[in-house]
C-alpha cells in the first residue's frame, strides 16, 4: 500500500517539474520582447555556454561499461 502512494507522489512531482521545465523557456521568452536586446543576448549566449559545456563535461567523465572492459557482469572498479 505505501509503496503504490509512494509511486503516486513520485508521479506528481515528475508532473510538476516537467511543467516548471516548460514555464521558464516560455516566461524568458515573454520577457526578452519587453527587455533591452543585452538581456536576451545574455541569456542566449550563457544558455548555449552551458549546453556546449555539459557536453564536453559529459563526454570526459562518463565511466566506460563493463562489456568495453572484458569484464564480467557485476565487477565493479572500486
Not at 511543467?19 to 520582447?33: A, E, K, N, Y
Not at 543585452?38 to 563493463?66: D, E, S
Request: net charge positive; glycine share 6%.
Amino acid at each position: 500500500m505505501s509503496q503504490s502512494v509512494s509511486a503516486q507522489a513520485q508521479q506528481n512531482l515528475n508532473n510538476q517539474m516537467a511543467f516548471i521545465g516548460w514555464l521558464s523557456p516560455v516566461m524568458m521568452g515573454f520577457f526578452s520582447f519587453k527587455m533591452p536586446a543585452a538581456l536576451p543576448l545574455y541569456w542566449a549566449v550563457g544558455g548555449i555556454f552551458i549546453i556546449v559545456q555539459t557536453i564536453i563535461l559529459n563526454k570526459m567523465y562518463t565511466k566506460p561499461n563493463a562489456a568495453s572492459k572484458n569484464l564480467p557482469i557485476g565487477v565493479e572498479d572500486l
